[in-house]
């Protein structure tokens, strides 16, 4: 099945709508000036300072050009069009005549481009040419394709056809997935063979590692087709399993197919916190072993959800299963969208999905002292990749929504919005996360194919006005749209319990709350403190309340033993109403704790 382009779909007022508006007003705007204040625009000039850009900054700059192209066709915004003919301008007048580009390495280390396999060179490249091919694609500014062409011809000639750069494949993932498309973009078959060469070189013999790491931290550590555990960085492992579905796809490879198929069902089944986070590994930023999922301290970085989604995307246009796009509705739902600050300005690097305010606040205070995640989010971080990946991610929503093959456009994901494909105009108008309604007008002729949630708890539907019975299968119903048809949806939606397996050590004897996509969590600030020892017997009744701020209020109850340390006497159970809000709203209150798995 192939996604329908970001640039055919229309949004309509709603939840996504008003996040993506607040993208363009705002995201965009601030993680510019805080990106400009840290010198990561001015290294595209390619002038010496005093201190020098990091290896990485083109690479944050790349991705916020990329959100920007995106944003710029749907919210035109003139000082956001400046700037990126400005720094477009840079790249290109700064591009050495062969076609390369670092700000880094060509101002202060020349003589060691492609010599150390560590420092993200190509990691650079590809996160540009992704910029280059969405700024082509949105008719904002073509300069930049013709230049990382140039480029990518350059990487193709040192690597592929000298093979003298310093090393064969890239500490950092990325180069792959872009070069795809690239391919893609401009039907060059080189650049589609550069991506199959890099990914049939990794893991093959033994190259530069990162001190610090052993080599699955960079995905070296076997060749590509012989893995089936998820391993290693999370961001760098989902970035290339995501090139990997992709050549395998587009190549045929079925081998290279299978093997995506099996680090999905690991991810999936063993790796997956409930909010769609991967990498539960501080040290390393990385997948650890299976059912080793932390709350308090879980890393789950940002930019491993939102590469999951990637993996999950591209993983559906090979075998449209909807637990692929169920998978990217968790990641999309709670770990992304919780990212962001409710305002649009802060952002999580880590999400955890517990917080104990006190002691993080003690522990960050001491050198050496364990790592704990931060419970604010901030503007810019020295690695800033989070705040731009989640600007490009929600400005190219779009295009994660629909799909199409033949005949049949399909729903994947239940957005307001508008797109004609497949001989069918369609409208679709949803209340979800917070209720289950969707109504859906269909005019043509074709067949709708509708994905049923995973989290329904029942489906109604009426098709022109009278009640179907719907005709599932593998979680989709269809229809035949002949004309003008009418499509009227409730997805059961009610506060459920979820469980995790007996062995996630962290959630033994423990429960969740989802409604709906959201999971659910209590903070602080609604319920006082020791939410670690709040029990809920049961949500027959739970109160869901709809308004300003969607709230789920639960007859629950806290523990209370003697005031000694130890005792003798068993703890009592005091009544109380506690108050559970969407993952995706804490911490915007101050830091408080934050609880998701109770008694």
């Not at 008719?139 to 056809?161: H, Q, S, T």
């Not at 522990?363 to 364990?370: E, K, V």
């Not at 969590?521 to 109160?543: K, M, Y």
Request: glycine letters at 6%.
């Amino acid at each position: 099945m192939t996604p329908v382009g970001f640039d055919r779909v229309t949004f309509s007022d709603g939840f996504w709508q008003k996040i993506r508006a607040q993208n363009a007003a705002i995201s965009i705007k601030n993680v510019y000036r805080r990106f400009e204040e840290t010198g990561r625009f001015a290294a595209l000039r390619c002038q010496k300072q005093k201190e020098p850009p990091h290896i990485f900054y083109d690479s944050d700059v790349a991705k916020w050009l990329e959100g920007a192209a995106y944003l710029q066709r749907e919210f035109p915004d003139e000082e956001v069009r400046s700037i990126i003919d400005e720094a477009v301008n840079a790249i290109v007048e700064n591009q050495l005549p062969c076609g390369y580009f670092n700000s880094y390495f060509q101002v202060y280390e020349p003589d060691k481009i492609f010599t150390r396999r560590t420092e993200h060179e190509l990691y650079c490249a590809g996160h540009l040419i992704e910029a280059a091919v969405a700024l082509d694609v949105c008719g904002v500014n073509g300069r930049l394709l013709a230049a990382m062409r140039k480029y990518a011809d350059y990487i193709y000639l040192r690597f592929y056809v000298r093979r003298d750069a310093g090393f064969t494949t890239c500490g950092h993932p990325e180069i792959e997935l872009a070069l795809v498309r690239l391919y893609l973009h401009t039907g060059e078959k080189r650049y589609l063979t550069l991506a199959k060469f890099f990914l049939d070189e990794r893991g093959v013999r033994e190259e530069e590692i990162y001190p610090f790491a052993d080599r699955a931290y960079d995905q070296s550590h076997m060749p590509v087709r012989m893995q089936r555990e998820a391993a290693g960085h999370a961001v760098r492992a989902l970035y290339l399993y995501s090139a990997m579905a992709d050549v395998g796809r587009i190549a045929g490879d079925e081998q290279l197919i299978d093997t995506c198929r099996a680090l999905y069902r690991d991810v999936a089944d063993k790796k997956l916190y409930v909010t769609g986070g991967v990498g539960s590994g501080w040290f390393g930023e990385r997948f650890t072993i299976p059912y080793d999922l932390p709350n308090a301290d879980a890393y789950a970085e940002t930019c491993a959800a939102i590469a999951l989604a990637l993996f999950c995307h591209r993983l559906a246009q090979t075998d449209n299963r909807a637990e692929y796009h169920a998978t990217l509705e968790r990641a999309l739902y709670n770990s992304i969208l919780a990212a962001e600050s409710a305002n649009g300005k802060g952002f999580f690097y880590e999400n955890p999905l517990e917080a104990d305010a006190r002691y993080a606040k003690y522990a960050n205070t001491i050198p050496g002292f364990p790592h704990k995640p931060l419970l604010q989010r901030a503007e810019v971080f020295g690695c800033s990749c989070c705040p731009p990946n989640l600007v490009r991610f929600f400005a190219q929503l779009g295009g994660f929504v629909y799909g199409e093959e033949g005949e049949v456009l399909t729903v994947n994901q239940y957005v307001s919005s508008q797109v004609s494909a497949c001989g069918i105009r369609l409208s679709v108008q949803t209340d979800i996360p917070f209720s289950g309604n969707v109504d859906i007008r269909a005019d043509g002729r074709g067949t709708l194919s509708l994905r049923l949630p995973a989290w329904r708890t029942f489906t109604h539907c009426e098709v022109d006005g009278k009640h179907v019975v719907l005709q599932e299968i593998d979680d989709y119903a269809y229809f035949e749209v002949e004309g003008s048809t009418h499509v009227k949806l409730v997805f059961g939606m009610q506060p459920r319990f979820v469980y995790a397996n007996e062995r996630v050590r962290a959630d033994s004897g423990r429960k969740a709350v989802e409604y709906g996509p959201l999971v659910m969590c209590a903070e602080q600030a609604d319920n006082g403190d020791e939410l670690f020892s709040v029990e809920i017997p049961s949500l027959e009744n739970a109160v869901v309340s709809c308004g300003k701020d969607f709230k789920i209020l639960v007859p629950a109850l806290r523990l209370r033993t003697e005031s000694s340390l130890y005792g003798y006497s068993a703890p009592q159970k005091q009544p109380f109403t506690l108050t559970l809000i969407p993952y995706y709203r804490w911490a915007n209150r101050g830091e408080n704790d934050m609880q998701i798995w109770f008694l």
